[in-house]
């Protein structure tokens, strides 16, 4: 089917770079006043900033007390809640919500019980518009509401309640919204994290959330391809895009995501260059991330955080992919010597026993992307020097598991319930591209194999994306673990006296496809 025109001709948007795209939209769209809000139609670009007749939005942050509408505050519902960690998980938690209508002086109310909501804290209200392309979308308000807690007390539950002018929380017939969080304990133990890429709007993504609810996690990983509002994922202005999906995919979220801190980094389906320069102005907009990377407003996806023993790394592949090159090199650089940093600094610290890194193209995966050269050549020589534990990515819509590999190869061989030591063998990187999304397939006559059905294969025919954009062949032996189907990875990190990570893939109804445990050698 061919993809309509939104905005650039196909031909001159395959040229161009995100940043050159998004300044063509600036002097070419034209909008109309016709403005629908987030609550009849999901949508949006960020805005407050945005400039006279025919500019696109752009990243703002509004004061709550001017973010208001004719609408009674009783009547405009908050729905889509969100937590995030911030960069010291231990006092450090992120509410977000949105709301389908502005509202005067919104603000979140949290205390140790739930009848009993006695603290408020004003919140942030940050506004997205998408403008209207004519003859093919109308403009669209969105309104995103955010607070940061930042004095929390570690190892606590704390509950909470959201609301503006007209609607307070801590009243009895609002109780039954009041969600729940827990800080990072103070002194590391056992705890539990999630991760998958390529969720959507679905309901396979929905059984993973019912999985995800069973295991109570400490807090989720998403390796991007977050909603799938632009369904293309090329990274150009003739990429369909259907912004109502982000109302969809927060709501379809909010069981889960109300009391699991969801830390998501950025796909290639994630770059929205309507919004803003390097298309992450809707990320801004919708999540409030750990702002410890090198530049959170241009990178929102690129943080990192500590909690109990393992060191998390967030990276944006999009800046590295040779495969889709919309914003190949955007960051110059900047972004690897900040990883290269960060590493070290993980690796210095002696709370830190495990690095966990995870970005959304793959590093190495057999099935219809295959792997990026661009990853591979920019960041593995970084994984390999500080000896990193686990990669998590997604892209590839399959869960594929390797061995530990080691200088490109495999340094050795980690069947279902094997054991490796990083520091010996090299790294194991899991693509967890079954988070809801349709379905890829692996290489032909490749079988599956997994726990239960192992069908190992000496060897499989796949290729990596070079800087020239082909698709070199090669065979390769590190494929390990095969599963075509809907999936998460559960990492149940260990301390004491025998840290070590215990990492499980699980399907959609919970069973068990893979296990598999890292400990270092001390």
Known sequence: METPDFGIPARLAARMSMAEQHEYLRATLTRRRTLVTAGAVAGGLLTGCSGPSGSSGTATRTPSASASSDAPGSAVLPFGRHLALGADPRTQMRISWQVPAAVKRPFVRVGSRPDELGRKIEAEVRTLR???????????????????????????????????????????????????FRTAPANP??????????????????????????????????????????????????????????????????????????????????????????????QVARFSLPDNGFDPRRAPGVYSFTYGNVGVVALDANDVSYEIPANLGYTDGRQTRWLERTLKELRASDAVEFVVVFFHHCAYSTSSHGSDGGVRAQWLPLFAEHQVDLVINGHNHVYERTDAIRN???????????????????????????????????????????????????????????????????????????????????????????????VSALDQDGRRIDHFEVRRNR
């Open 130 to 180: 998408t403008p209207e392309l004519k003859g093919v979308r109308a403009a669209v308000e969105q309104y995103y509401v955010h607070t940061a807690l930042d004095d929390l007390l570690p190892g606590t539950t704390y509950y909470y309640g959201v609301g503006h002018d007209g609607l307070d929380p801590a009243a009895a017939e609002h109780r039954a919204t009041t969600g729940s």
């Open 189 to 282: 133990g056992t705890f539990t994290f999630t991760a998958f890429g390529d969720q959507g709007v679905n309901e396979a993504a929905v059984a993973n959330g019912r999985v995800m609810l069973d295991i109570k996690p400490a807090f989720h990983l998403h390796a991007g391809d977050i909603c799938y509002a632009n369904p293309t994922g090329r990274g150009t202005e003739s990429d369909a895009y259907d912004a109502t999906y982000w109302d969809l995919f927060l709501k379809q979220n909010e069981p889960v995501s109300r009391s699991v801190p969801w830390m998501v980094t950025t796909g290639n389906h994630d770059m929205e260059a309507w919004y803003s320069q390097e298309g992450y102005g809707g």
């Open 408 to 502: 490109g190869g495999v340094g050795r061989a980690v069947p279902v319930g094997g054991r490796t030591d990083p520091t010996r063998d090299g790294t194991v990187y899991v693509t967890a591209g079954g988070g809801g999304k349709d379905l890829y397939s692996f290489p032909a006559g490749i079988p599956e194999s997994y726990e239960g059905k192992v069908a190992d294969a000496e060897s499989v025919p796949t290729f990596h994306w070079t800087r020239s954009r082909l698709a070199k062949q090669e065979e390769v032996e590190w494929s390990r673990v095969r599963y075509r189907g809907f999936s998460l990875l559960s990492v149940e990190a260990h301390a004491g006296p025998a840290p070590h990570l215990s």
